[in-house]
């Protein structure tokens, strides 16, 4: 693993990157997301076992360590609050 | 038994028959797909890779490991080290000279002189994924392995080998000796392949082995 990303922006595209690739959501539908967009719960895409692939191509993309106990609906619950999430990791 | 350029025969292990299938005729490749949900998830994109490597002249076997595919075993009745043992026994019944894994397939390759691994994971990682999947639901995910293999999964590691050859996609930022774009199938929820993945995939493995002086 490399050292963590360090710039807003970078994490904001690697989050939209891994919604596509992991919920095979098409580009165009990831792309308007914004901070209030609802995630678990609201797409049919991202079940639970999605949540396990999703976190972990977050840590595999961004170099960070995600603990179970930082999992929880709330977390999940929007783009935002997913992205405050990534921000809060990996810009520590 | 064969139908379509496939051919079904068995390896032993535990007592028990277990099958593999296999595509092509020459030089054998085993293939060890990834462990539990991502095994079906990547089932068509290995099936692409094995057909490919069949039309250049090698033959690819592909293990149904205990308790999965058509086996007769429960997941739950299942250990690691039976995964172990299948790994290398179907290695022996092939007869094959190299192997090619994806994902935790690459945990069981140890059998193999030459290895071809793409995107290879710790067992760390997969057993966390496996608790992670039962985090937001009750019970947990679909599979139901024992307590007992999840342990020992939990510390399994790739076997370092002089033959080794690593492959990941681009936006994996662990270090490999080549990186694919594409995208990773093993997360999708519905079963899909990609066609320049596994084109490219192919390429790769066929070189290599040539490059061993395995076909």
Not at chain 1, 82 to 91: E, M
């Amino acid at each position: 693993m490399t050292a963590a990303l360090n710039d807003e922006q970078e994490v904001d595209s690697t989050l939209r990157a891994v919604l596509r690739d992991v919920l095979g959501l098409p580009e165009a539908q990831v792309a308007e997301f914004d901070e209030s967009s609802p995630l678990f719960g609201a797409l049919p895409e991202f079940d639970s076992m999605a949540v396990a692939g999703l976190l972990t191509e977050l840590e595999e993309r961004l170099g960070i360590l995600i603990e179970d106990h930082e999992v929880d609906a709330d977390m999940l619950e929007s783009f935002g609050s997913l992205l405050t999430f990534a921000r809060s990791k990996t810009l520590q | 038994m064969s139908a379509g350029g496939l051919h079904y025969s068995t390896y032993r292990v535990g007592g028990r028959d277990e099958w593999m299938m296999r595509i092509g005729s020459g030089p054998a490749l085993l293939f060890l797909p990834p462990l539990f949900e991502e095994m079906n998830r990547t089932r068509a994109l290995l099936a692409a890779v094995m057909g490919t490597l069949a039309g250049d002249g090698l033959s690819c076997f592909l293990p149904d490991l205990p308790g999965t595919g058509e086996s007769e075993r429960a997941l739950e009745e299942v250990s690691w080290q039976d995964w172990r043992d299948a790994a290398g026994s179907a290695f022996e019944a092939a007869g094959a000279c190299a192997s090619v894994s994806l994902r935790g397939g690459a945990l069981l390759d140890e059998a193999a002189p030459v290895r071809w691994r793409f995107a290879p994971a710790t067992g760390a990682s997969l057993a966390r994924d496996l608790s992670r999947a039962g985090l937001m639901t009750e019970g947990g995910g679909g599979y139901a392995p024992s307590a007992r293999l999840l342990d020992s999964l939990g510390a399994a590691e790739p076997a370092p080998g002089k033959r080794v050859r690593t492959l990941r996609l681009a936006t994996d930022r662990a270090e490999a000796d080549l990186k694919l774009e594409g995208p990773p199938l093993w997360r999708r929820a519905e079963p899909q392949s990609s066609s320049e993945l596994a084109e490219a995939m192919a390429l790769d493995v066929s070189n290599w082995m040539r490059s061993c002086g395995v076909c």
